[in-house]
């Protein structure tokens, strides 16, 4: 999900991600999370305390004022972050290169696997 704010209406957030707001906390068909109480102000989700609890990763682009929310991640299998860890690997003329000296620059990552 991407805003503008940090925070969404109820409203909002059930229709942009399915997970409606009840008195025992985030539903989302049988699955309920319980929220903490700084989550839930005047009718509007905090989106940090929200992907806290439900362990989903929210990314800010300070430069056009967005905030990106997801993947839920209630099974433990997506990231909680977009951090990149630390990689490096020889580059055409063998000499390793490291990720992280293109901190700060967007980066496309493009795998491939023979199997």
């Known amino acids: ?3 503008e704010q940090p925070s969404v209406s109820t409203e909002e957030l059930r229709a942009r991600t399915g997970w409606t707001i009840k008195p025992e906390g985030a539903c989302k068909g049988d699955i ?3 929220l903490d109480a700084d989550t839930l102000q005047d009718g509007r ?3 940090g305390s929200f992907a806290e609890r439900l362990r ?4 800010h682009d300070e430069q056009h004022e967005l905030w990106a929310l997801g993947p ?3 099974g433990g299998r997506a990231l909680t972050t977009a ?3 630390e990689l490096v690997l020889p580059d055409l003329d063998g000499t390793p290169f490291a990720l992280s000296t293109l901190r700060g620059q967007k980066v496309v ?3 491939w696997a023979s199997w």
């Open 109 to 111: 990552l493009t795998a």
């Open 1 to 3: 999900m991407i805003s």
């Open 56 to 59: 989903m990763p929210l990314l």
């Open 45 to 47: 989700v905090d989106l």
């Open 32 to 34: 309920c999370v319980p």
């Open 83 to 85: 951090a990149a860890p």
């Open 72 to 74: 839920e991640s209630l």
